[in-house]
């Protein structure tokens, strides 16, 4: 194995990310998702055959093209700007002052260094300056940015970002724990373990505001 090969291995196992943004190229969409469709099924039905599948057999004749549109229109669907979910914000009208806390956001993304799925939950917090957002669009921002090859620590760091900018303020704090079946399913195969990642910024770097949040996020909602 050459050493270009050794590092990249090296930095897919340990979880490394080169970038605060996803490496996506200039021209990623210059052909459209149908066209994506038809390139990826190829490249499936190559790749199921190297492995010695009989895709003649009903059971996974249709697995090239069933991998290749979820790819496109599920997994990877947060990579195309197109799909970018609208945020509209309105006056915080009822002078609401205190943290507003969206827990338990159910969060499926794809671990980008072997494309397995990370599952788990992410929690988002903001305390609002004069504007408020819907509650399902801080959803839909969770969605929006897990659904591409991505690692956890940017992944927070993107939700953040993105509240922060639709909000127009850096009061945003975002915390996620999610398992990882990269390390779930192989390599160490610790079925138990999982990753917690935050980012915190504005009033959440306050030692008072965090720990606030952290209490919040334990309460039991079970309904």
Known sequence: ????????????????????????????????????????????????????????????????????????????????????????????????????????????STCEHHLLPIIGRAHVAYISNGKVIGLSKMNRIVEYFAKRPQVQERLTMQIVQEMQKVLGTDDVACIIDAKHLCVNSRGIKDIESSTVTSEFGGKFKDENTKREFLDYIKFDTKF
């Not at 970038?19 to 469709?37: G, L, M, T, Y």
């Not at 496109?72 to 197109?82: I, M, S, Y």
């Open 1 to 108: 194995m050459s050493i270009t090969s050794d590092y990249n291995d090296e930095i897919g196992e340990n979880h490394i990310a080169t970038s605060a943004q996803n490496p996506v190229r200039k021209d990623a969409f210059d052909i459209s998702d149908e066209q994506k469709i038809e390139l990826i099924k190829k490249d499936v039905e190559s790749i199921l055959q190297t492995l010695g599948m009989d895709l003649e057999d009903d059971s996974i004749k249709g697995t090239p093209n069933r991998v290749a549109k979820m790819f496109v229109k599920e997994l990877f669907g947060g990579l195309n700007p197109t799909k970018k979910p609208s945020s509209s914000t309105f006056d915080n009208n009822y002078k609401y002052g205190e943290m507003l806390v969206e827990k338990n956001i159910t969060l499926y």
